[in-house]
């Protein structure tokens, strides 16, 4: 019986009362969204006070932080994720280079498939450095001077402790992604030091010729 005058009562109501829930609902989304901005925007700026950048803030676009580092252009941002992690945002930092021998290169983490192909005889540039090896699958058209760029055991190291998961070199953009937002700003000045060596090393290439001998 209570149930019907509850109902009975509810019945009576106006219809606007009904739009209540829906717009209480969306009015916490919003303020959820600009509450997760606002964080985001201000862990940006201690890092761009870190790193010597500034914040460009986005609303429809994810915001950025860019400017010039160590001599280069650099743009970090939140991305989606590149593999299948319990992370579905990840950094990428991206920096101009000017590749002169024009090389191709992709550098990702070694998981448990990469395992598997090189078991059986799987092929990646080798560095002849055999826990970077075990850490890192390199991928090149440029083998041999991919693998004498990677010598730089300062690189190497910078690539490891930065923790990078994955490298994409496109003609004049290098991208790197780090599998998580970047949070801290001590780590991504090494982030960004990692990555602007990398495109100095990129740079400095110089593609061993062998002449060719023309014989009469």
């Known amino acids: 019986m209570e149930l019907l005058n509850l109902l009975e009562r509810l019945g009576e109501l106006p219809g606007e009362v009904w739009l209540i829930p829906p717009v209480l609902i969306l009015a916490a989304m919003t303020a959820i969204g600009w509450l997760r901005r606002s964080l985001l925007l201000r862990r940006y700026r201690e890092i761009a006070a870190r790193t010597g950048l500034t914040v460009t803030p986005k609303i429809l676009n994810p915001?950025?932080?860019?400017?010039?580092?160590?001599?280069?252009?650099?743009?970090?941002?939140?991305?989606?994720?590149?593999?299948?992690?319990?992370?579905?945002?990840?950094?990428?930092?991206?920096?101009?280079?000017?590749?002169p021998e024009?090389?191709?290169?992709?550098?990702?983490?070694?998981?448990?498939?990469?395992?598997?192909?090189?078991?059986?005889?799987?092929?990646?540039?080798?560095?002849?450095?055999?826990?970077?090896?075990?850490?890192?699958?390199?991928?090149?058209r440029d083998e041999a001077v991919v693998a004498k760029m990677f010598q730089n055991r300062e690189l190497r190291d910078l690539l490891v402790r930065s923790n990078i998961d994955s490298v994409e070199l496109l003609s004049g953009k290098l991208h790197a992604y780090y599998a998580r937002s970047e949070r801290d700003p001590e780590h991504a000045e090494l982030l960004f030091t990692a990555v602007a060596s990398l495109a100095d090393a990129i740079d400095a290439v110089k593609a061993d010729y062998t002449p060719e001998i023309v014989r009469s």
């Open 63 to 99: 915001s950025e932080i860019r400017g010039s580092f160590r001599g280069r252009a650099l743009v970090m941002a939140i991305t989606r994720r590149r593999r299948q992690t319990f992370r579905k945002r990840w950094t990428r930092v991206t920096v101009e280079v000017k590749n």
């Open 102 to 140: 024009i090389i191709g290169l992709s550098l990702r983490r070694q998981d448990a498939v990469d395992n598997l192909i090189m078991s059986v005889g799987g092929k990646d540039v080798q560095v002849e450095d055999a826990e970077f090896d075990r850490r890192f699958v390199i991928q090149s």
